[in-house]
């Protein structure tokens, strides 16, 4: 039934005890019990996060004039991201609400260029694999661009597939470093060649890998070529609140030069109320986001965020070594924080309906039926609490034992 604005105001005592009260409910996050939507990274960051965002929670980051606080922040946030992407001199880029934004606005970019520079008209497309992450549909359904997805190969992007699918009016290909249904990182080295030779639009979505890949690499992992390194690629977008660890939300979207960045901003001179220039999609752009992200990176610095990221790293060997002791196969070589694994003797679906029953949010992927982690630096404190839960959910949903819960 549909409430209405009460005719008093309530006191803040009151409504704080409502709302943890309506929290009771949502997934124990703080307790490591899911791997979905949140990235925990410690009380500690959690404190800068509040902290920052709540000292710049009114400004606006749409006004640079008003806030050179937060245009400051937002410049060295982004001089962070393109430092650690192996961006040259000339690269630009902006922060944006998420991935999603970050996406949209790399698209809007190539389909402008691809019309003021090439002289492409009519039908656009952009051609990606079949695990690019659905936010490029979103963009292309809201620009009535054309999407082509192509078959993957051993769970990765097949270049020979996009190749044949890209034709005079493909604005973009795509490919993911990591692709979110398995965790892994696409050829990029091979679409990048394949860029330069046909003279393609490269966009790289690294929203969940692009501030931890970095820094896995830094401590010895092995992580392929998938960013500014390589000369076809374009654009990238990568999320600061998924590893990054910034509060909600935060993005950034790169490009390889100023040039092209500048076909992403909205610049709107025919209004009574003046000129209006956005970067991004939004508006308004709330300043606590921007705050967040630049206090987060710099209380981490590159020491904190290579221990962070080794717990993540860690904490997936762990889930990965017992998973496979258990029987089951994990999707491809993760070299991240994410990974799918599946069995063929029991319902996926069903042992993640089970992991549920004792408090465990997570994910999982549909083809095939696997479950999926996204792991953070706090789950290496949980991982034999998970296998363990793990073990007693295949037996449940085997039949093998009761289904009730552990956790009140």
Known sequence: MRKTLPEAGADWADLKSRMLQMAHGDVRWREGKTAVYVFNAGPEVEQVQKEAYGLFMSENGLGPA??????????????????????????????TSGGTDSITMA?????????????????????????????????????????????????????SAIVAAADAATIMIVGSAPNFPYGLIDPIEALSDLAIAQD???????????????????????????????????????????????AKGASTVLFRSEALKAFMVFDFKDWPGGRMVTPTLAGTRPGG????????????????????????TAAREAIQAGAEALGFTVLGRPALGLLAFTRSDVDCLAVWAKLRERGWFTGVTTEPKSLHLMLSPFHAAVADAYLADLAWAVEAAKGGVGGEARYA
């Open 289 to 312: 986001a921007i705050a967040a992200a630049w206090a987060v990176m710099n209380f981490l610095g590159v020491e904190g965020y290579r221990e962070k990221q080794r717990q993540v």
């Open 200 to 246: 393609l639009w490269l966009h790289v979505d690294a929203c969940v890998g692009g501030y931890l890949a970095p820094f896995v690499r830094m401590n010895g992992g092995d992580i392929p070529p998938f960013d500014f390194e390589l000369p076809g690629v374009r654009s990238m977008s990568a999320d600061l609140h998924k590893y990054g660890y910034a």
């Open 107 to 159: 698209i809007k970019a190539a389909r402008d260029f691809a019309r003021r520079e090439r002289g492409v008209t009519g039908s656009l497309n952009v051609v990606l694999p079949r695990s690019a992450h659905p936010a490029f549909d979103k963009a292309c359904a809201v620009m009535e661009i054309e999407v082509r997805r192509t078959p993957l190969k051993d769970y990765l992007a097949d270049p």
């Open 66 to 95: 008003a806030f050179p606080s937060l245009a400051a922040m937002e410049r060295e946030v982004v001089g962070f991201g393109l430092g650690l992407m192996h961006a040259p001199p000339e690269a630009a880029g902006a922060l």
